[in-house]
């Protein structure tokens, strides 16, 4: 089992910045891959971005550029950095761990709310 934490979460003004944290616990040795999704009310929940073992990332296109995820491996924290944040991207944010292997077990945290006033 894994358990994620998240924090960071907040209210900013369109163009600012603010950087969401992510702490894994447990069996972490299992973990091939963090990242981090967002969900909109009544839109589907889509990747934002990933960052894997080996440190690869990627990032959904809307993001890239001005979103930037990073690991702390001795921590088993995750971040993400978001400047020039728009309003259209108040959502929901989740942190996600996917295990190793063919059926990947993924967990999620409870959530961290991102609202980006304009």
């Known amino acids: 089992q894994v358990q994620l934490v998240e924090s960071g979460g907040g209210l900013v003004q369109a163009g600012g910045s603010l950087r969401l944290s992510c702490a894994a616990s447990?069996?972490?040795?299992?973990?091939?891959?963090m990242g981090w999704y967002r969900q909109a009310p009544g839109k589907q929940r889509e990747l934002v971005a990933r960052?894997?073992?080996?440190?690869?990332?990627n990032y959904a296109d809307s993001v890239k550029g001005r979103f930037t995820i990073s690991g702390d491996s001795g921590q088993n924290t995750v971040y993400l950095q978001m400047n020039s944040l728009k309003p259209e991207e108040t959502a929901v944010y989740y942190c996600?761990?996917?295990?190793?292997?063919?059926?990947?077990?993924?967990?999620w945290g409870q959530g961290t709310q991102v609202t980006v006033s304009s």
């Open positions: 996600n761990a996917a295990t190793w292997g063919g059926s990947p077990i993924n967990y």
């Open positions: 447990g069996s972490t040795f299992s973990i091939s891959v």
């Open positions: 960052i894997g073992r080996t440190s690869s990332t």
